[in-house]
């Protein structure tokens, strides 16, 4: 069942829809129409217009090019709607309302049934018990929550098991100034569930970095594939810690927690995972705003030596490797700054001065460093190194990490500019270290797959 | 040992109408796939366990096995499992003990009769594996005992893995140096445990009837490692 329906739709109906704020038919319908297309309100019992659409009946009575049902009834009725919405040739559907698998035996018959009918019309299914997606490139906001104009696009889609957490993290970009490629709840994942989004997103230009929070799937093994073929670097955040069982029958199914499995099944499979949704947004902007790192060799420059000193014991705990650098950089730093506080790895120059992003140059120009991280305070008479960084990271081709610390405004407006050179940005050292760890991560995937991955591979070829 | 194949020993089960192999039955399964066990065999009298011990060499262990029995120890007051049996006669009583219970419970059971390993010389272990519902066959390690009881001190995977991530596996451990020696204990294998851990995942992975293994103890030792206890459950 294809999901490009479902993601990339030319028309759009919204069954059920209202001219009663605060419904749901309402807030469905008012999103919608931010679309650059086609939108019709379904809905048997109403007459007239809502936002200036006039009330169709029936799906099957619409007279356009729709391929994309926002289904705002009860659940109860969805199934017949989803049925009717095949015959009216709608490949797609977003079933907003729950009651469904999530719900005890009977929700879970209704589920059946409604699964049922998608798969006999050909119709794939995001949801029940979801609040939709949205891509704010294209006006897509296939949602009932509101206040989302705001929420700038960007190339990072965010692919939450829970509607709730997936707005969670789209608020957090919107107030960090992040851009989204999209947004999408999967809900109870009737049809469409990782394995379909994520190999959407991988394929949509957009997008540069995939986000993923898991709460749990009988579909573990099939979601680690997935991401493991993403082209696109996968970054997951799995909640739900284990409940260790009764060891009286054995150890072995008491000690094998989902988690446990979650933890170890991303790591064999190469996606690095995160313990927070701030720091999946973090690790989903260095993934997605940097060039791929070759190796886990992290070169640290910092102009002040307590939160260089956080930084390298954060990434030490990450599996980072702090290599020394070699003769000639060592020789380059000396020439720029004689004398220099400690010209090793961490170089700490000691304070800002004008010459630290000479140094921050030429630790990313040594090839013994795969990845840069940069701390530096602000401080107004020395300002960023904008300037000598421009271009630099496509030069060297090397992820460069940048994180400081001043008042707010100035950041705001500062860090904008260097985040325009694909360098992002942090305003705390462990969150540009944490950041760095998911890039080493990655790259350590990329550099030694487990020998299970490779032996695949070669299968493959 | 008997000479039946990995998929022989899981058949014979099956025809049994039985989801659970006995210790001796499991251990053959191992044995098979290439772990090492002790050396014993299964006695139906208690002549036949004295000869089983006399070719095995004293000391032996004798226990009950039968697919009645999982819970070995707290079996028939206690006379379920006898260590350290020196001689003939300590073999006879035990093993006379071991039938004349099951005959009080009225179930079909044999004596086992091991060579007793020397528990001193190794670290105990735990290697396990189960088929999860979601991600398919998994495999753990831990240290055996209270570290993994009390500390859920494990390491997991999803199966197969090679014997690089085995070993990457103990070495996941908090309790890690103690494969290293400690307070003048040798060293023991590490790799011959990552072997088992490979082992137990491609049981797994190859035979969709398992459900569950479960090796406890392990005992790795400075040049091999043996399993002393082995739990395999079939799928329902």
Request: aromatic share 4%; with cysteine.
């Amino acid at each position: 069942m294809s999901v490009t329906n479902l993601f990339d739709p030319s028309g759009i109906a919204v069954v059920g829809a209202s001219d009663t704020p605060g419904k749901i038919g309402y807030e469905a319908m008012r999103n919608a129409i931010e679309f650059d297309g086609p939108v019709y309100p379904v809905n048997p019992s109403a007459s007239g217009t809502v936002f200036g659409r006039e009330f169709v009946p029936s799906v099957t009575e619409i007279d356009g090019d729709v391929d994309l049902a926002l289904i705002c009834v009860p659940a109860q009725v969805v199934p017949d709607v989803v049925a009717e919405c095949s015959e009216a040739d709608i490949g797609a559907a977003i079933i907003f309302a729950g009651g469904f698998s999530e719900a005890g035996p009977e929700g879970q018959e209704l589920q059946d049934r409604l699964v049922a009918a998608a798969e006999e019309g050909g119709v794939s299914l995001l949801g029940p018990n979801t609040s939709g997606f949205l891509e704010p490139s294209r006006d897509l906001y296939a949602t009932f929550a509101s206040d989302i104009e705001g929420i700038p696009a960007g190339n990072l889609a965010i692919i939450a098991q829970s509607g709730g957490l997936a707005y969670a993290v789209a608020f957090q970009a919107e107030n960090a100034g992040v851009g989204i490629s999209a947004m999408v709840g999967l809900g109870n994942r009737a049809t469409v569930g990782f394995r379909e989004a994520i190999d959407y997103f991988d394929g949509d230009e957009r997008t540069d970095a995939i986000l993923l929070h898991v709460e749990g799937t009988d579909r573990g093994r099939e979601l680690l594939e997935a991401c493991r073929e993403s082209e696109t670097p996968v970054v997951a955040y799995n909640v739900g810690e284990q409940d260790v069982g009764d060891f009286a029958e054995s150890h072995t199914g008491a000690l094998t927690g989902e988690h446990e499995l979650y933890e170890a099944g991303f790591a064999q499979y190469g996606v690095p995972t995160v313990r927070s949704s701030p720091e999946l947004l973090d690790a989903g902007k260095a993934l997605a705003d940097c060039p791929e790192p070759d190796g886990p060799n992290v070169g640290i420059v910092t102009a002040q030596a307590g939160p260089g000193i956080a930084i390298t014991d954060r990434l030490k705990a990450a599996g980072a490797t702090l290599p020394s650098l070699t003769e000639e950089t060592q020789a380059v730093v000396e020439e720029i700054l004689p004398g220099i506080t400690f010209s090793a790895n961490p170089v700490d120059t000691g304070r800002p001065m004008p010459e630290f992003g000479e140094v921050v140059a030429a630790v990313a120009r040594d090839d013994n460093v795969d990845i840069v991280l940069v701390y530096e305070l602000y401080e107004g008479s020395v300002g960023y190194p904008t300037d000598v960084l421009e271009g630099v990271v496509d030069e060297v081709d090397k992820p460069i990490v940048f994180a400081s610390g001043g008042p707010e405004a100035i950041l705001d407006e500062e860090l904008a500019e260097l985040e325009e050179l694909r360098i992002p940005t942090y305003r705390a050292p462990e969150r540009a270290a944490d950041a760095v760890g998911a890039l080493v991560r990655y790259a350590k995937r990329n550099r030694n797959p487990d020998a299970v991955a490779a032996e695949e591979v070669n299968a493959d070829d | 040992m008997t000479e039946l194949t990995e998929s022989g020993v899981l058949e014979a089960v099956r025809g049994d109408q039985r989801t659970t192999l006995t210790e001796s039955e499991a251990k053959d399964l191992l044995d098979e796939a290439g772990l090492a066990v002790p050396r014993g065999r299964t006695a139906r009298s208690s002549d036949d366990a004295v000869k089983a011990a006399d070719e095995i060499g004293y000391p032996v262990v004798a226990k009950v096995a039968s697919p009645s029995v999982q819970h070995k120890s707290g079996w028939g007051d206690g006379v379920g499992v006898n260590v350290n049996l020196e001689g003939p006669d300590a073999v006879r009583s035990a093993a006379a003990e071991i039938l004349e219970a099951a005959e009080r419970e009225g179930i079909d059971a044999a004596v086992l009769v091991e060579e007793a390993v020397d528990l001193e010389a190794g670290l105990e272990v735990i290697v396990g594996g189960t088929r999860d519902p979601s991600f398919g066959p998994t495999v753990l390690v831990g240290l055996g005992g209270i570290t993994v009881e009390v500390l859920q001190d494990t390491s997991h995977r999803l199966a197969p893995i090679s014997t690089a991530e085995a070993v990457a596996m103990t070495e996941d451990l908090e309790a890690s140096p103690l494969f290293d020696g400690y307070r003048g204990s040798p060293a023991v294998d590490r790799e011959a445990v990552a072997e088992a851990i490979v082992t137990v995942g491609d049981l797994l992975d190859e035979h969709e009837a398992i459900r569950e293994i479960e090796v406890n103890p392990l005992l790795a030792r400075s040049d091999d490692a043996v399993a002393l206890d082995a739990l395999v459950s079939l799928e329902d």
